[in-house]
């Protein structure tokens, strides 16, 4: 117990940006029992040891990574029993997916310990969405994404700027951007250089192995977190790995499933499966009408990868200018919480209201001249006008 004691002081002590992510200030950090998910290297770890730092009794707060060799000969209920009886009453549960049975020992630690806060976090979105349905009413759940545009700026450059909701920018779009180039220089350069290389927090530790870490994430994900989440053969890892490069060399990728199931080569339902899979690693997105609904058995109508900067990651090559705008606009948006689905006429339909439709600086309203409600959303323009907004607001959402 000491010993966890000691290496959770010292993480403690190692933390020390004031960049906070802005899911810290939406959680109901009062909540008895809370999970925080979200995709490797995204900052869950710092986002849990940050809110420590800076709010509660050292001594009466523990956090553990339950993938600690402690624990293979060490219960967590024991420790949990422990750290209780001495005061304990913060208990912060990192890599939770590491720990066999973890489900019934985070729900027994919330039964039998009523002045215990719980927070739980985990890097396999699979086995967190694998907890049972009697944990799932004591968790209150939430997710963190990748950084957003804001959050790289406020990292990057220390250059705090306001979030904005989507109607705002849609309608507001003019006046929010005259604010922002006042604030913020040459934003299309930092937009650009987000794109490649912004998304993941530890860009701060150099960008020259910076998409080499983030193939070596996809491996990790693909070989160790999925496996341990849901039983798969070593040859189905294969063909993830080979469904992922497909789709990043997509335009972007609006899938044929049966030749598609040839070249993996696969059946028609296990390569939906696949799909399924990448989506819930957050390796990819699957875009889908409202029609088609979200059943695993219907394909979606477009597939992306999960952010812009795993595109340049996979490249062989420069990667092709629409995919990653469009990507980007996906991104950006989902990861808002705002409901985003395929469009038949434009590229994307918002809040079942707003048609989309993404392009260059040049892009004409001829797709959606006759649309309600549709709007041009460009790259490469610092400003807009009317129904034309430039891509890089759409940073500002979280």
């Given at each position: 117990m000491e010993s966890l004691i000691i290496k959770f002081r010292g993480l403690l002590d190692s933390v020390s940006s004031p960049f906070v992510r802005s899911l810290a200030d939406r959680v109901n950090w009062k909540a008895p029992a809370i999970s925080i998910e979200g995709a490797r290297g995204v900052g869950k770890s710092t986002l849990m040891l940050q809110y420590i730092q800076k709010n509660l009794p050292v001594a009466k707060t523990l956090y553990l990574t339950l993938d600690d060799f402690y624990?293979?000969?060490?219960?967590?209920?024991?420790?949990?029993?422990?750290?209780?009886?001495?005061?304990?009453?913060?208990?912060?549960?990192?890599?939770v997916h590491k720990y066999p049975d973890w489900q019934t020992e985070v729900k027994n630690i919330y039964d039998f310990f009523p002045q215990l806060k719980l927070v739980i976090s985990g890097s396999s979105i699979?086995?967190?969405?694998?907890?049972?349905?009697?944990?799932?009413?004591?968790?209150?759940?939430?997710?963190?994404?990748?950084?957003?545009f804001r959050e790289y700026l406020a990292l990057e450059y220390q250059i705090e700027l306001p979030i904005y909701k989507l109607s705002d920018i849609l309608l507001d779009h003019e006046e929010i951007a005259s604010f922002l180039l006042k604030k913020l220089s040459s934003p299309l350069a930092k937009f650009r250089h987000y794109l490649q290389y912004g998304s993941y927090p530890f860009f701060k530790e150099g960008e020259a192995d910076y998409h080499t870490r983030i193939n070596q994430l996809i491996n990790v994900i693909i070989d160790y977190d999925l496996p341990e989440a849901k039983p798969l053969e070593t040859g189905s890892l294969g063909k993830l790995k080979k469904l992922l490069y497909v789709i990043s060399r997509s335009v972007p990728f609006k899938p044929n499933i049966q030749k598609l199931a040839e070249d993996i080569p696969s059946s028609r339902g296990r390569l939906l499966e696949l799909i399924d899979i990448l989506e819930k690693a957050q390796l990819i997105r699957n875009l889908r009408s409202g029609v088609s609904g979200v059943s695993l058995m219907n394909k979606p109508d477009k597939i992306f990868l999960n952010n812009p900067n795993i595109i340049y990651a996979l490249a062989d090559e420069k990667p092709e200018k629409g995919n990653v705008r469009e990507t980007?606009?996906?991104?950006?948006?989902?990861?808002?919480?705002?409901?985003?689905?395929?469009?038949?006429?434009?590229?994307?339909?918002?809040?079942?209201?707003?048609?989309?439709?993404?392009?260059?600086?040049?892009?004409?309203?001829?797709?959606?001249?006759?649309?309600?409600?549709?709007?041009?959303?460009?790259?490469?323009?610092?400003?807009?006008?009317?129904?034309?907004?430039?891509?890089w607001l759409f940073g500002f959402l979280y």
């Open positions: 624990f293979r000969q060490n219960t967590l209920s024991s420790v949990a029993e422990v750290f209780y009886q001495n005061g304990g009453r913060n208990l912060f549960l990192d890599e699979l086995a967190l969405q694998k907890s049972s349905a009697d944990l799932s009413r004591r968790v209150v759940k939430y997710h963190l994404p990748p950084l957003s980007a606009f996906m991104a950006m948006v989902q990861d808002a919480g705002v409901s985003i689905k395929y469009s038949s006429v434009g590229d994307f339909l918002i809040d079942d209201k707003y048609t989309i439709e993404v392009g260059g600086k040049d892009k004409s309203f001829r797709q959606i001249k006759t649309i309600k409600n549709a709007f041009i959303v460009a790259d490469d323009l610092e400003r807009g006008a009317t129904n034309k907004i430039p891509l």
